[in-house]
């Protein structure tokens, strides 16, 4: 079975810091990865994903993740972050022959300006 | 339509009473997902559809809970004998087919059991 681990259940940060939130997975096989982003009374949406080839992939609003097969990881990046980013991040992994997307708990991400 | 819709938005209803969510996905998409987001935990999957048919409905909790689908379209989501347990958001998700393409999510049906 497949499982999400995010390490980081809140974080804090003043604006222009970096971030980088962890996510960890569980499957023995070819996975697709994904992070999504919740703003506050906003819905799900798509930040970036990774399916296959370089495992450095970068997404919207400069965020990016980097896919270590050898550790099972997929942190989230980004190198400032501004008083927008304050969300909910969620890491997913879906394993293939698999069709759901299994879910961490997610990571609330509060910046300070 | 443009995005994966969702009624109601809030829904409030008296424990021991039955609800129906319902979703309206992408045009065009075939397969449909259910996810429940409760206060402090992460989305939690319900249940798969692959046009009419659900190949994974392992996520329902119990058998209070049932799904179908119909026309390949719309997706009803039905809590029957409501628990406060069963307060959550309740989210819809479409994809264009079951693997190798984005999730996309609704905005969710707040759901109050009181």
């Known amino acids: 079975a497949q499982s999400v681990s995010q390490h980081n259940h809140h974080v804090i940060l003043s604006e222009a810091a970096s971030l980088e939130l962890g996510c960890n997975y569980s499957y023995g096989g070819t996975v697709n990865l994904f992070w999504y982003v919740q703003y506050p009374g906003q819905h799900l949406q798509l930040l970036l994903k990774?399916?296959?080839?370089?495992?450095l992939v970068k997404g919207i609003k400069g965020f990016e993740a980097e896919f270590i097969k050898s550790k099972f990881s997929f942190n989230l990046r980004k190198p400032s972050v501004q008083w927008s980013d304050t969300a909910e991040y969620f890491c997913a992994v879906r394993g293939t022959g698999f069709q759901k997307l299994v879910f961490g708990t997610g990571t609330r991400l509060l910046v300070s300006p | 339509g443009a995005g994966v819709s969702q009624s109601p938005s809030n829904k409030v209803t008296e424990k021991g009473k039955d609800v129906e969510l319902r979703c309206d996905p992408i045009?065009?998409?075939?397969?449909l997902y259910w996810y429940r987001q409760s206060l402090g935990q992460g989305l939690e999957f319900l249940i798969y559809f692959q046009g009419n048919s659900a190949p994974d409905k392992s996520g329902l909790p119990s058998d209070r809970f049932s799904a179908e689908r119909t026309g390949g379209s719309v997706s009803t989501l039905t809590i029957q004998r409501t628990q406060q347990e069963d307060s959550a958001v309740y989210l819809c998700a479409s994809s264009l087919q079951s693997s190798g393409n984005t999730i996309y999510f609704g905005e969710g049906s707040w759901l109050t059991v009181v």
């Open positions: 045009s065009g998409h075939t397969a």
């Open positions: 990774y399916f296959s080839g370089d495992p």
